[in-house]
């Protein structure tokens, strides 16, 4: 879903109702999360300790990354490292109150 960006998005968030914006933010900071473990992971597998790999190949990489990408996204929707809710409370300020 997108929304046209202009000087008056401010108007255009309050026309919408709060929860539904809301679930969006929360799903997205769920998924910038598991983008930012992602990049860790990557960044840590990268380092070579010198170690002979037997079973490594193309085959075994995909594998890791994929391994990785899941364990990234199932960390993030736990909420265990807490980045996502830190996001989603930081960007929450910015939305329409519930009035509800």
Same mark, same amino acid.
């Not at 539904?20 to 960044?43: T, Y």
């Not at 199932?74 to 519930?98: H, K, V, Y």
């Given at each position: 879903?997108?929304?046209?960006?202009?000087?008056? &998005?401010?108007?255009?968030? @309050?026309?919408? $109702? =709060? =929860?539904?914006?809301?679930?969006?933010?929360?799903?997205? @900071?769920?998924?910038?999360?598991?983008?930012?473990?992602?990049?860790?992971?990557?960044?840590?597998?990268?380092? $070579?300790?010198?170690?002979?790999?037997?079973? &490594?190949?193309?085959?075994?990489?995909?594998?890791?990354?994929?391994? $990785?990408?899941?364990?990234?996204?199932?960390?993030?929707?736990?909420?265990?490292? &807490?980045?996502?809710?830190?996001?989603?409370?930081?960007? @929450?300020?910015?939305?329409?109150?519930?009035?509800?």
């Amino acid at each position: 879903m997108s929304y046209p960006i202009n000087p008056t &998005g401010a108007k255009l968030l @309050a026309e919408r $109702d =709060a =929860a539904p914006v809301r679930n969006e933010l929360r799903e997205a @900071a769920q998924q910038f999360e598991a983008i930012l473990l992602r990049q860790m992971l990557a960044s840590a597998r990268s380092t $070579d300790f010198g170690g002979n790999d037997l079973f &490594g190949g193309e085959g075994e990489a995909t594998f890791r990354e994929m391994r $990785d990408a899941r364990f990234a996204e199932l960390t993030a929707q736990s909420g265990q490292l &807490g980045f996502a809710t830190a996001i989603e409370n930081q960007l @929450a300020r910015f939305l329409p109150q519930d009035d509800n």
